[in-house]
C-alpha cells in the first residue's frame, strides 16, 4: 500500500537536498505538474531536485522506508502523461534537471556519458565539438532530456538508420527501487550474464528504476548531408520511393518523412516565418535525407535518382536544398507539426506502428473505418514512412463543439484506431511509451503473455510499487 508523505519524510527530504534541491512551493512546482499537453494534471507534496546519483539512491532509501512513491521526470515534453504524478498529493516530484553533466567524451571508442538531466541539444552541441554525433534528433530537442529518451526508448527521425534509444544505449547507471544503484555505465560488447538490465530498464518509463546516466554511442560527424523536399501523389508512392532510395543509396538514406498537405498548410499558418519548399500544392510530400562522407558523390547519387523518378512519374516535383540553412528549413516543417496541429484545435494523437509495407494501406483504410463509425471524423497521418511509425491525428466533425465530441467519442475513436493497428500486427506506442494515456488500451488489447511478463518483471523489481505508479502496466 502507498503511503502519503510524512512530515517527518519531507523534513529528511529537505535536510539532505538542502534549498536548491527540495521545494513545496506550489507556484514553482505549477509547470511541472502538467503534461506537455495539458492533458493531465497532478499535485505533489515536493519537488526533489537532486544533483548525484548518491543524492537519487539517498532519496529512494529514504521513500522505500515509508513507501511513498516517486514519479521521475526530465524535460517533461512526453505525449502520454507518464511524468506527471497522480492527482491525490501522495506522490513525490523527482526532477532529474539538475544532472546535467556530460561526464566524458571518448573520441576514440566514439561513447559518450550523459547524465539524465543533459538536454538532447546540448548533448549534440558537446559531441559535434569533438568532430562526433549522436544520431538521435526530434521536435523537442531543445527540452528533452537523456534520461527521459532512454526511460522512453524515445525515435525520432533517424531510426532509419540507426535505431530507438535503445541501439543507442551502451550502458546504463540507474538506482533501482531499494535503493541501490546499478552501475552498467561499462559499453561491453558482449555480457552474457543473463537479462539484459540495461535494455530492460530502457523503455520501462521508470516504472523499474531511475536512470540518472547513460553511455551512449556516438558517429562521426556528418561531412556532407542532401536534404530534399519531394511532392508525391500519395502514400503508396512514397513507398515505392523509399524502396527505390533503399536500394540505390543504402545506408547513406537517413530520413524519410511522409506529411500530408494539411500538415504543412498547418505549419505554414501557425508557425512563423515559415514557407513551402514548393509552390504548387500537392497531396503528399516526402522530406528525405542523406548524410554520408562526399558531398559531391552524395548530391549526385540523390540527384540522379530523383531525376529518374521525375521521369517515371513516380514523383511530381522536388527541390533539393542547396545548404544547411535550407536543409534546416526543411526540417523546421516537420518538427513543427505537433504544434501546429495543438494549434488548430482538439485533437486525438496516436503515435502507432505498422510494418513499413502496410503503412499506406493503414493510412487509406482508417479513416473510411472512422467515416462509417464517427461521420465527420477527419484523420491526419504523419510520421517516419522508413521505419513505419505512423503519427496519426483524429480531428473532430468542422461544425461540431471539438472539446464535446472528443469527449462523447474519444475512447472509442481511439480504440478503433489501435484495434486495426493490432489488426495489422503493429503496435499502438511507437516511440512516445504508453504513460497513464495508454496504459488501460494496453491492458485490454495487448497479448495476454506480454501483459503478464510485463507485470512479474514490475512485481519482481519493484514489489512495493513506489516507482511511477500508475504507468505503463495497471
Known sequence: MISQPSPELLSRLAELLGPKGYTADTDIMAPWLTDWRGKYV????????????????????????????????????GMVGGATPSGDGSQLLLSLRRMNRVRTIDSPAKIGVAEAGVILENFHHAVLAQGLRFPLTLGGKGSATIGGLVSTNAGGTQVLRHGTMRALVAGIEAVLPDGSIFDGLAPLKKDNRGYDLRHLLCGAEGT?????????????????????????????????????????????????????????????????QTRAPIAASYPWYVLAELAGDGDEALGQALETQLAAALDAGLIRDVVIAKNDSESEAFWRLRDSISEAERAEGPALQHDISVPVDLMPTFIADNPLRLERGFPGARALSFGHLGDGNVHHHIQPPMDSDGAAWLARHGTAVSHMVYAHVIELGGSISAEHGIGQMKRDVMAALDSPARLAALRAIKAGLDPAGIFNPGKLID
Not at 50 to 58: E, G, I, L, S, W
Not at 240 to 259: C, H, M, P, T, Y
Request: glycine fraction near 6%; hydrophobic fraction near 50%; charge should be neutral.
Open 42 to 77: 497532478g499535485r505533489a507534496a515536493a519537488m526533489l531536485s537532486p544533483k548525484t546519483t548518491q543524492d537519487v539512491a539517498a532519496i529512494v532509501r529514504l521513500c522505500a522506508e515509508e513507501r511513498v512513491a516517486l514519479v521521475p521526470q526530465g524535460g517533461n515534453s
Open 208 to 272: 523499474l528504476g531511475i536512470v540518472t546516466a547513460a553511455s551512449l554511442h556516438l558517429v562521426p560527424a556528418v561531412a556532407a548531408r542532401r536534404t530534399a523536399w519531394i511532392a508525391v501523389d500519395s502514400p503508396e508512392g512514397a513507398l515505392l520511393l523509399l524502396r527505390r532510395l533503399d536500394a540505390s543509396i543504402g545506408r547513406e538514406l537517413e530520413g524519410f518523412e511522409l506529411i500530408p498537405h494539411a500538415c504543412l498548410d498547418a505549419v505554414l499558418r501557425h508557425i512563423p
